[in-house]
Antibody
Framework: EVQLFESGGGLVQPGGSLRLSCAAS????????VSWVRQAPGRGLEWVSA????????YYADSVKGRFTISRDNSRNTLYLQMNSLRGEDTAVYYC?????????????WGQGTLVTVSS | EIVLTQSPGTLSLSPGERATLSCRAS??????LAWYQQRPGQAPRLLIY???SRATGIPDRFSGSGSGTDFTLTISRLEPEDFAVYYC?????????FGPGTKVDIK
C-alpha cells in the first residue's frame, strides 16, 4: 500500500523559513516523480513544485520560484520542500503527491497534508 | 503558463442525475489532463488521467472525454458520496496548473 506522510508544518513569522518533509512507503521511491500541491484555507488547489524520480529535474510555480527549493533523498524515501522568505499568502495545507512514473506528473496518491501558517 | 478554466463554478443536482463538468485549457495540453475529486476535509483523489483513463478503483460511472483544449468529466448517475469539488489539472508542461474547481452540491 502506498503511503505518504507529510511533516514539518507549523506557525512561522513572515520572512521566516520552514522545511517540510514527506516520507513515502510501499513504493520504490526513486522510480516516481513527486510533487507539492498546496491549498489555502477555503481555496482551490495550487501546484507548487515537482521533482523527477532521480532528482535531476525540478519545476516550480512562479509564485514560489527563488524562495522554495524542492529536493529528495531516495535513500531515505523522503521528499523535502525548503521554504524561505515566507509570506502570508503561503499559508496553506501542503500536500505531497506521487507521480504515476519517473517523469509523469499526474498525482495518483496523496498524503493527508501539513498546515503551514505564516503570521506574526 | 497554461490556464485552465472550469465551468460551471457550482452544479446543483439531485442523486441519480447526470453531471457534466467542463475544463478548457488556454492552449493544447496534448491530453495530459487529469481530474481529481476532493471531499470536505480530505485530500484530493485521482479520478481520470490521460483525459479519459480511469484511475485504479474508480467506479465506471465516472468518465472523461475530450482532447486538445476542451475536456469533460461526466458522472452518469450521482451517488451521495459524489457531492464534492472536482478539479482538472494539466501535467503536460510546467507549471502543472490546476483549474479553479467545480463544486457539485445537492439540489
Amino acid at each position: 500500500e502506498v503511503q505518504l506522510f507529510e511533516s514539518g508544518g507549523g506557525l512561522v513569522q513572515p520572512g521566516g523559513s520552514l522545511r517540510l518533509s514527506c516520507a513515502a512507503s510501499g513504493i520504490i521511491f526513486s522510480t516516481y516523480a513527486v510533487s507539492w500541491v498546496r491549498q489555502a484555507p477555503g481555496r482551490g488547489l495550487e501546484w507548487v513544485s515537482a521533482i523527477s524520480g532521480s532528482g535531476g529535474s525540478t519545476y516550480y510555480a512562479d509564485s514560489v520560484k527563488g524562495r522554495f527549493t524542492i529536493s529528495r533523498d531516495n535513500s531515505r524515501n523522503t521528499l523535502y520542500l525548503q521554504m524561505n522568505s515566507l509570506r502570508g499568502e503561503d499559508t496553506a495545507v501542503y500536500y505531497c503527491a506521487k507521480g504515476a512514473s519517473e517523469w509523469l506528473y499526474v498525482n495518483d496518491h496523496w498524503g493527508q497534508g501539513t498546515l503551514v501558517t505564516v503570521s506574526s | 503558463e497554461i490556464v485552465l478554466t472550469q465551468s460551471p463554478g457550482t452544479l446543483s443536482l439531485s442523486p441519480g442525475e447526470r453531471a457534466t463538468l467542463s475544463c478548457r485549457a488556454s492552449q493544447s495540453v496534448n491530453n495530459y489532463l487529469a481530474w481529481y475529486q476532493q471531499r470536505p476535509g480530505q485530500a484530493p483523489r485521482l479520478l481520470i488521467y490521460g483525459a479519459s483513463s480511469r484511475a485504479t478503483g474508480i467506479p465506471d460511472r465516472f468518465s472523461g472525454s475530450g482532447s486538445g483544449t476542451d475536456f469533460t468529466l461526466t458522472i452518469s448517475r450521482l451517488e451521495p458520496e459524489d457531492f464534492a469539488v472536482y478539479y482538472c489539472q494539466q501535467y503536460g508542461s510546467s507549471p502543472f496548473t490546476f483549474g479553479p474547481g467545480t463544486k457539485v452540491d445537492i439540489k
